[in-house]
């Protein structure tokens, strides 16, 4: 079984008081060899975007922002655009390493990692999101009801 740790957004525009303690737990389980494949998604926005243009969201619109901020080692960086890293590429790279199992970890429980998972869910592939990797830059209460709303939405089996 190929087992995929997906890393969303663990970026210098999402790290405050909130997320800043899983910034080291990330990086130690992105070292602990437990997965056949690591990967990381890297946001980025600008002045064209929907979340500049219609929310006013400034971050991830420089390279300071967008910058991971634990070591990738070379793995894969998934640029995205959008809340979810689901996309051509994603499942490109899912099918030519014959990934069977992907675990989601990083930033925000309430956005990009939900959109993800939903959106892997949807699309038959086996996803868990691992509860205690991830958090919301908007604090533990909109991330706690992110991690209820995704058991509701792929199933309790699913939040690990």
């Given at each position: ?89 994603l499942e490109k790279y899912l ?66």
């Open positions: 079984m190929n087992k995929l740790l997906l890393v969303i957004d663990c970026q210098e525009s999402f790290v405050n008081k909130y997320t800043k303690k899983y910034v080291t737990k990330i990086d130690e389980l992105v070292k602990s060899k437990k997965y056949n494949f690591i990967a990381f998604t890297k946001f980025i926005n600008n002045n064209e975007s929907v979340f500049y243009k219609k929310l006013k969201y400034e971050g991830c619109m420089n390279k300071e922002q967008q910058k991971i901020v634990i070591d990738t080692n070379q793995n894969k960086i998934f640029n995205k655009y959008i809340y979810s890293a689901v996309n051509e590429e099918k030519d390493n014959n990934i069977d199992e992907i675990h989601l970890c990083g930033f925000d429980t309430d956005a990009c990692v939900q959109k993800t998972a939903i959106d892997l869910f949807e699309n038959n592939i086996d996803v868990y999101v691992l509860k205690d990797y991830c958090m919301s830059s908007a604090g533990v209460k909109v991330h706690n009801f992110a991690i209820k709303n995704l058991q509701r939405l792929i199933g309790k089996e699913s939040i690990i």
